[in-house]
């Protein structure tokens, strides 16, 4: 990281925010700031939720919610490699003793 910050215009639900951030993180800003007015312009078409605040909220828990449930698959997914190398390391101490044999 350079450490230089610039100012990006982001665009959630029709209203413009100023943000700074790291030069090399922009691309990131621009995707996040993206995803999360598509969320929040779902809420606000389904009519379920009124007002900006609510819809805001309401988009946080949902993106906050996902972001659980990929942590837990990571978990699994990691559990799972740290198995297979396991195994892995048993078979080859098994091919290396029949090979020796």
Sequence with gaps: MNGL???????????EYTVSCEDEAV????????YLDGQ???ISESGKVLGTDRCAIMAGLNISNELLE????????????????SLNEQLDKFVSGLQSS
């Design 5 to 15: 910050k610039k100012s990006i215009k982001i665009n959630i639900l029709k209203h």
């Design 27 to 34: 691309d990131n800003l621009l995707e996040a700031a993206a």
């Design 40 to 42: 929040m312009k779902s």
């Design 70 to 85: 990929l942590q837990r698959r990571l978990e699994v997914h990691e559990s799972t490699i740290s198995r297979l190398r």
